[in-house]
């Protein structure tokens, strides 16, 4: 079984601790975020991370599950649309300047892995795509690429640069040259249709990626558990 640590990381620019669920003990960092208001240990509870056990336990990866702050942003009605994109883009300025930082020190890589399923797809599409330097692979298992329904007709530079479905469009295909991208969804999933408009927008602009679709299977946890592994061993056998 992989070796399993919980510690706490401090963001300066947060100004508060985030939890992280650390399993194995060698292996490419994969940074990977649970689905949407999902405790940082979801990804375990729900035997997504042991789904590719071989692959950690060989020392092919390494899983740091991090919390997200969804219930500060997208999900708190409590707040104005212009706060919640400010606080998640303050979060993703947490992940690029302070918490990716620390994984490239602690791996000496440049380069992440970032995997989510369900919004946790889209936290991690979202970041791959705005920071490709810094992510050799994206698994992205029914994700989301807008958040425009989390806004409330409110737009901004905020919400467009933090929805990929638009942004991608506009950008320059050279950047994702080196990425290894993966969309994955099936027939009956909700996330069926963005998924495929998300890898129509790819294809039209020559970025290379794998656009995976199951059968008869949907938008849940037992999709995730059976594809992941696949993806694992198409690029960490």
Known sequence: MPRIEHTDFYSHLLGMSLKVEVTGHYGHPILMFPTSQGQYTQNHDFKLNESINWFV??????LYNIETI?????YDKNISPAE???NYEMYVQFLIQEFVPYLQSLHSEHRIAVAGASFGGYHAANFAFRFPDVVSHMFCLSGAFSIRNFMDGYSSDLVYFNCPREFVRNDEAWKYSHMHIVLSTSDEDICLEQTKEMAGILASKGIDHWYDERKWINHDWPLWRMVFPMFMGKFFS
Do not use: C, E, L, M
Request: avoid cysteine.
């Open 84 to 86: 919640r994109i400010r």
């Open 70 to 74: 969804d219930k500060f942003s997208f």
């Open 57 to 62: 336990d060989q020392g092919k990866v390494k």
